[in-house]
């Protein structure tokens, strides 16, 4: 995982709004900690175990001031190019009419995603994690702070394109949400269990192209049932709209504070 990934250890993220177009290394708040970059692999373990409750202390926080503001918040995780802002572009076309909608953009570098969701009409804030692969309880709690969003706010935030560390990060969200798309091959499953195995529900994106690749939806739900058996899934194209319907399902039936 990311102590020994490395990722931990250049520095803070940059939390943007799309129009500041900062570049990612001008603010680096260097509150890293180097302990991980020595010492034998039991120390590394100890230092992962640290980040990781120092982390989902941060989390809890998060989830109480969410709570405060009867903001319900989902952590859309995938891996690049899956559809993850696709999906909330159409989402926020379709469901901002009936309530507020904000996202935080994770993503290493640039303000691209951000800026199509704030084409669809979301409000938005980027993170840029420079060489970080994940997002943390740290880092939302920030975006939160600049992004102010209103009471009953439907906010979805976007993970770093990564099927591995996001699984370990709890972000102080109500719901997790893995996305795949029918390109990547219906193993994946079987190849990180770990994101799938923290999944409430699996979005399968992309259905569209089902006709054109070696993908079979009852192996890959299988695969899925095998690492978590009660997990909810979801075909879908964003692109077509075909499947939507049952992903908004979902999410009223999930949004546990706001009804
Ligand atoms: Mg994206
Ligand atoms: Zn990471």
């Not at 990564?162 to 219906?186: Q, R, W, Y």
Request: glycine letters at 10%.
């Amino acid at each position: 995982m990311c102590a020994t990934c490395g990722c931990q250890g250049d520095g803070g993220p940059v939390v943007t709004l799309p129009h500041e177009h900062q570049h990612p290394h001008s603010s680096h708040e260097h509150d890293h900690d180097h302990d991980h970059q020595h010492g034998p692999s039991g120390e590394v373990i100890t230092l992962e175990q640290k980040v990781l409750a120092k982390n989902d202390l941060l989390a809890e926080r998060n989830r109480g001031w969410l709570a405060g503001r009867a903001i319900s918040a989902f952590n859309v995780m995938s891996s690049p190019g899956a559809g993850k802002t696709t999906l909330l572009v159409r989402t926020i076309g379709d469901l901002s009419g009936a309530r507020p909608i904000a996202v935080i953009e994770g993503d290493q570098e640039t303000t691209l995603d951000a800026d199509r969701i704030e084409a669809a009409g979301s409000s938005v804030v980027q993170i840029n994690t420079g060489s970080g692969c994940h997002l943390d309880a740290d880092m939302v709690r920030r975006a939160l702070e600049k992004l102010d969003p209103a009471t009953g706010t439907l906010l979805f935030i976007e993970n770093v394109g990564n099927l591995v560390c996001p699984a370990l990060f709890d972000l102080g969200e109500e719901g997790k949400l893995v996305l795949i798309s029918v390109t990547e091959g219906d193993d994946k499953p079987l190849k990180y269990p770990h994101m799938f195995a923290v999944a409430d529900a699996v979005v399968v994106n992309k259905t569209d192209l089902l006709p054109y690749v070696d993908f079979d939806m009852k192996t890959f739900v299988r695969h899925a049932q095998s690492v978590n058996p009660e997990v909810r899934i979801l075909p879908t194209s964003a692109t077509t709209g075909d499947g939507m319907d049952d992903w908004y399902g979902w999410l009223a039936e999930n949004r546990h504070i706001v009804r």
